[in-house]
Every structure is written in C-alpha cells, then in structure tokens.
C-alpha cells in the first residue's frame, strides 16, 4: 500500500490538490452569499499560490474566470485591475532596470565600488553587501545577485588562488620524503598529520568566506529590494491595494524611502556582523599577502569595460531624472511637480516611468544628435542607424510577464473583497483585536508573514494578508499603514531556505553552501529585520505617516463600509 502511494499518488500531488481544494471548500458558494462565494475564490487561490499546485501566473487569471460566474464583479472590471497604474509604474521601472542591465551600466558601479572598499574580506563583504543592496533597489533581487555572483566567484578565486596549491605541494613533499625507504625521515608521521588537518582546516575556512560573501549577495539584495518603492514587488501591491481601497493617502515614494531606507542601513549593519560571526571571524587575521592582486582582477575587470560610453551616460541621465520624478512628485514636505499639471492624484509615478520608457527607445546610443551612423563590417561598408539606448527584443525576453499578473490577480481580489462586501465582514469580525495592544497585533503578524514566506511566493503572501490587514486597521481604529508597511517589507525577508527566493537559489548554489548554514544565518538575520522593521514603524513611522493617528481617508473608508 505504501509502495502504492508514493510511486502512484504522490507524484501527482498537484493534480490532488487542483482537484481536492475546491472540492473540500464547496460547501462556502453553496451558501449562496456574495461574502463566502467571494471568500471561496480567496482560499482556492491561497492554496494554489501557497503549494504552487499551479504556475503562479495561472492561479493570478482565476479572478477573470470566477469573480463574473459568481456575480460578484463584470469582466470587464475584473480585467481593468490586471493593469492597474501601479502595475504600469512597476512595468516602467523594470523596463528601466533591463536598460540598465543592457549598456552594463550595473557592472561598472560594482567595480567601482569594491575599488574603493579594498581587497580585506571583511571589507570586501562590506562593498559587496552595498553595493548588492543599492542596486537592488531599482533592479529586480534576482538579476542583482546573478550579476554580483560571477564577480564574487572570481575575486575569491583570486584571493586564495596560489596559497592552496602550495599548502597541498607541501604536504605532498612531507609525505613522499617519509614514505620513501631511501631517503631519511623528514617530518615526523606527527607532523604530516597535524599539517593536513590543518591544511584542510584553512580549506574549509577559505570555503566559508567564500560562502559568506556569496550568501551576501541574496540576502543583500532581499534587503535593499525594500529600500524604494519598485524594489520588489510587494511593495508594488501594497501600493494598489491602498490606493483602490483608500484613495490617497501618506503613502508615495519620497515617504517610502523616508521610512524604510534608516531601517535598511541597520539592517544592513546586522548582516554584516553576523556574516563576520558566522562566516569570517570578527578577530580573524586576513590573506594579506593577496590583496594587491585581488585589487589588480578587480581593477582589470574594471578596465576591460572600456571609458563610459554615451549608451552609459544616457542611461544614467534617465535613471537619475526617472527617480527625481518619483521623488519629487508629491515629495509632502514641498509642492511636487505633478501640481503644475494639475494635482497629484491626476498625474502619478506610472506617467513619470513610461516618459523615461518612452526616452530610452527614442535616444540613440552612439549620438546625442540621432543622425551619426555606425558602419557594419557585415555588409561590404555600408551604413546603418544607431540603434536607441534599449531595444525591444531584450526586453520581450527578459521582462517578467508572470508578475505583473500575479500583481494583477492581487488587484482584483482586493476589488472582490469590497465589492462582495467580504471586506465588510471581516472588520465585524477582528473588531474584537482592540483589546491588544497594536504593537503586539503588528509583531505577531509580522512573525506569521515571516514563516510562510519561505515556502511560499513573496507577492501571493502580500496579496493574501494585505486586504485582511487593511480591514482589521479599520475595525479596531489604527492607521492601516501602522499595519501594511511592516508586513509589506516583511514579506522579502526570505533568508533560510535556498527555495524561498530565487537570489537564494542562485547563492546557495554558487557558494556550494551547506543546508544547516544558510538555516544557521538565516533565521538570525530574519529576526533582527523583523525586529528592526517594526521597532522603526512603532517610532520613526509616526513622523512620517503619523502611524499613531486614525486618519481622516481610513475614517471615510469605515463609513463607506458600514453603509
């Protein structure tokens, strides 16, 4: 019968579960009220999201399939929230990062940096960690540390590169001299065995300061992917779901960077302390012999990027313009540039994006003027235009389509909850929280969000937990923000297990990692962020979104749901 089972059943477990689901949770739509018909739909997706049981792009389509036959929204509604403004601005910024990526305008910023940090491993941990993180708040986490990896893996190899093969060469000598019957004994049997552990002592240190600059890397760019408001998508959801829900709010990109980036840095502190613990050693002495030559690869690399080009420039010119835009277009503590147009709820951060997205595919890459032509050497001598700064192809390839409907399908259960009037009934229902204290509530929630996302898709866990957050806010009269932020953030902080994001992946697979060391780094980096991010939200993010106060658009919100 066991034999049966896992050769039969288990292998198709995800049929069971496509299958069993909505089977075991029918007795809700059978109610035949809008709360539960629309609460079916909310579970099935959990579930799929949570166990994958289905491609995560394809769970994120049910609402198109199962909000109109259950009469809780039209089609034609449902479809309108799978391309949301936030979903544009999230299209722009990453249309931007592949740009980015295309003129290796990322390369030259890692080089430049590790140029300046040095070639000390406790130093180079720190240029890696920074630099990782910086880049990550405006590149995906994914293609930060595959970029970072390749560049970690050939420094280390240059740091140890010659000591190992003299301390093996050595050892081998000792033991030939003591093995051979012709010559006299030169090391005592003692000595070559205390010389190999302690060669193979050095080795497995070596391996682990490899391993901890490279896990550096992942946990690094989950990090700094909190840093800005486009860094990772649950802020991108967060930023739908209060906007449909509660219109305008404290919430934009200058007051996200405000409030997260203080916390990032500490963040970023801890890691590094505890990678040296973990990894390094706080009093361990360095290869100081080779940091000249590491410096000469890194320097070596830098120069085979050749001087900046004018595709570099560009790009960087936009870059820079694209975040002022965001920064500055309602920034709160000073009129924003959407105010000229208008005001800012008419002009938003999708309409700066797509102007920067717009730019790149119309600027040429080798002249400021877009007459200069660049000669072919394919074709006899002839001439074509220079291309522009990003070309179309690139980015049909590599543009993450799934997550932008995963973002979608979030969006629109958000819509069914209001519109069913679900969002109603759980605020009657959390109504009974008032008696904690909201700083517990937060922990607490922030611990739960923590745990399952390890196992389960970082922007499935905000789409799931954010609407429900929301209501609880308004049920027991805190700022929904006090609630939202912190789980947002938390929803990144992925750090013990090589599934739980790919940058862990990419690391754990690099660093020829043990499973017991990523758990041994990971669980205490976890803690310290979810300690940091709602330590900060309980102090700093009452000066910037006056989380301590119910506020005037939540109140009219409560109304609305109570009528």
Not at 194 to 207: G, L, N, P, T, V
């Amino acid at each position: 019968m066991f034999q049966v089972v896992r050769n039969r059943v288990l292998p198709c477990w995800r049929s069971i579960i496509v299958v069993l689901a909505p089977l075991l949770l029918l007795p809700l739509p059978l109610s035949r009220m809008k709360e539960a018909e629309c609460g079916y739909v909310i579970l099935i997706m959990a579930i799929f999201w949570m166990t994958e049981a289905l491609p995560l792009p394809v769970t994120s389509l049910i609402p198109v399939v199962a909000l109109p036959l259950f009469g809780i929204m039209e089609t034609s509604d449902v479809s309108t929230a799978y391309m949301k403004d936030t979903n544009m601005m999230f299209i722009g910024g990453l249309i931007l990062a592949l740009a980015i990526q295309f003129c290796n305008l990322h390369k030259r910023a890692a080089l430049a940096v590790l140029l300046l940090v040095g070639a000390k491993p406790r130093w180079l941990l720190a240029g890696f960690m920074g630099t990782t993180a910086f880049l990550s708040m405006w590149i995906s986490n994914t293609a930060t540390t595959a970029m970072m990896v390749p560049i970690v893996d050939a420094v280390a190899a240059e740091l140890y590169k010659e000591d190992d093969v003299e301390m093996v060469r050595s050892i081998s000598q000792s033991t030939v001299a003591t093995s051979s019957g012709s010559v006299e004994e030169l090391v005592p049997s003692e000595s070559i065995e205390r010389a190999k552990q302690s060669a193979a002592a050095e080795a497995e240190r070596r391996r682990k300061v490899r391993a901890g600059i490279m896990i550096s890397t992942s946990y690094c760019s989950v990090i700094g992917g909190t840093g800005s408001l486009i860094g990772s998508s649950p802020q991108l959801a967060l930023k739908g779901i209060i906007q449909e829900t509660f219109g305008a709010t404290e919430l934009n990109f200058a007051s996200w960077m405000a409030f997260t980036v203080p916390g990032m840095f500490i963040n970023l502190l801890f890691v590094w302390v505890w990678l040296q613990v973990i990894f390094i050693g706080l009093c361990r002495r360095t290869d100081g012999g080779r940091e000249k030559e590491v410096i000469k690869v890194i320097r070596q690399k830098f120069k085979d990027l050749g001087p900046m080009t004018f595709h570099e420039i560009a790009v960087l010119v936009l870059f820079i313009l694209c975040v002022a835009l965001w920064f500055f277009r309602d920034p709160g503590f000073m009129p924003g540039w959407a105010e000229l147009f208008g005001s800012a709820e008419k002009v938003d951060d999708a309409t700066a994006a797509m102007l920067i997205v717009v730019l790149l595919f119309i600027i040429p890459a080798k002249s400021p003027f877009g007459c200069q032509e660049e000669q072919s050497e394919t074709d006899g001598g002839s001439h074509k235009p220079s291309s522009a700064l990003l070309e179309w192809k690139y980015v049909q390839d590599r543009l993450p389509w799934g997550v932008i409907l995963l973002l979608g399908g979030g969006y629109a259960l958000s819509d069914a909850t209001k519109k069913s009037g679900l969002s109603n009934w759980i605020g009657v229902q959390l109504a009974g929280m008032v008696v904690l204290p909201p700083f517990l509530i937060m922990l607490v929630v922030c611990v739960i969000t923590a745990a399952i996302t390890e196992v389960a898709s970082n922007t499935a866990v905000a789409n799931i937990f954010l609407p429900i957050l929301a209501d609880t806010a308004i049920a027991i009269r805190i700022n929904p923000l006090y609630f939202m932020i912190p789980v947002t953030a938390t929803c990144s902080y992925a750090f013990m297990l090589p599934v739980s994001t790919p940058p862990n992946a990419i690391a754990f697979a690099a660093a020829n990692m043990k499973p017991n060391e990523m758990m041994k780094a990971g669980w205490f980096i976890k803690l310290v962020c979810v300690i940091v991010i709602c330590v900060t939200m309980e102090t700093w993010g009452n000066v910037v979104f006056g989380s301590k106060q119910f506020p005037e658009w939540a109140n009219v919100t409560a109304i609305t749901l109570r009528t």
